[in-house]
Nanobody, 123 residues
Framework: QVQLVESGGGLVQAGESLRLSCAAS????????MGWYRQAPGTQRDMVAT???????NYTDSVKGRFTISRDNAKNTVYLQMNSLKIEDTAVYYC?????????????????WGQGTQVTVSA
């Protein structure tokens, strides 16, 4: 069982910055991908940024140039630095991890999610 715990959300004004953190704990051999998703009221949960264990990153277009994802593999932690925040960035942000199946099995990779942290950007 793997647990993801997010921190760093809050209320800021447009143009300000926030840094989210997510620490994974539990029975972890390795983590394939760590990332951040967000969900605003009445919308689906969408990918914001992801990072592989090798350092490859992927961002949704709306945050490119403003958000930066980073990862500390030794600490099983992923960060999201959010700069120049906009009102439309307001959402619950969820940490996600894709973990490999048990060694010696054909169990496919599986997903783990954090409980979410609220980010609210005001005018």
């Amino acid at each position: 069982q793997v647990q993801l715990v997010e921190s760093g959300g809050g209320l800021v004004q447009a143009g300000e910055s926030l840094r989210l953190s997510c620490a994974a704990s539990g029975s972890i051999r390795s983590i394939n991908i760590m990332g951040w998703y967000r969900q605003a009221p009445g919308t689906q949960r969408d990918m914001v940024a992801t990072m592989t264990s090798g350092g490859s990153t992927n961002y949704t277009d709306s945050v490119k140039g403003r958000f930066t994802i980073s990862r500390d593999n030794a600490k099983n932690t992923v960060y999201l630095q959010m700069n120049s925040l906009k009102i439309e960035d307001t959402a619950v942000y969820y940490c996600h991890a894709e973990l490999p199946g048990p060694v010696g099995t054909t169990v496919p990779p599986y997903d783990s999610w954090g409980q979410g942290t609220q980010v609210t950007v005001s005018a």
